[in-house]
C-alpha cells in the first residue's frame, strides 16, 4: 500500500495550491480519503474529506469555501485545491484512506504561507 502526497511549496498569502495524492495498493474507491494538516506545536487536524465515490464532502470551519477535496477514482488519486492561503494554512498536510479499521497514511506535504 501507497499513499503519497505532492504538491507542496512555498506560496504568497491570497495565493492557491493544489495538492496531490496518488494510492496504490488498495481498492481506491472503496476507501473514504481525508486531508489532515499539522502545523508546529499543533495537533493533527482534519480539513477535510470525501467519500468513495465522491458523492459527500465534510471541510473543517476554517477552509470552508476556500478549499475543495475532490478525487478521480479512475486515477487513484485525491485533490485538495487550496485557494485564499492564509499564513495560519502554513502546515504539513497530510492524505488518509480509510475504510472501518483500515487505515492508510502519507509521508506529508509542507504548505508554507508567507510573503
Known amino acids: 500500500v501507497q499513499v503519497v502526497e505532492s504538491g507542496g511549496g512555498l506560496v504568497q498569502p491570497g495565493g492557491s495550491l493544489r495538492l496531490s495524492c496518488a494510492a496504490s495498493?488498495?481498492?481506491?474507491?472503496?476507501?473514504?480519503m481525508s486531508w489532515y494538516r499539522q502545523a508546529p506545536g499543533k495537533e493533527r487536524e482534519l480539513v477535510a474529506d470525501?467519500?468513495?465515490?465522491?458523492?459527500?464532502?465534510y471541510y473543517t470551519d476554517s477552509v470552508k469555501g476556500r478549499f475543495t477535496i475532490s478525487r478521480d477514482n479512475a486515477k487513484n488519486t485525491v485533490y485538495l485545491q487550496m485557494n485564499s492561503l492564509k499564513p495560519e494554512d502554513t502546515a504539513v498536510y497530510y492524505c488518509?484512506?480509510?475504510?472501518?479499521?483500515?487505515?492508510?497514511w502519507g509521508q506529508g506535504t509542507q504548505v508554507t504561507v508567507s510573503s
Open positions: 470525501i467519500t468513495g465515490a465522491g458523492g459527500s464532502e
Open positions: 495498493g488498495f481498492t481506491f474507491s472503496s476507501y473514504a
Open positions: 488518509n484512506a480509510y475504510r472501518g479499521r483500515e487505515n492508510y
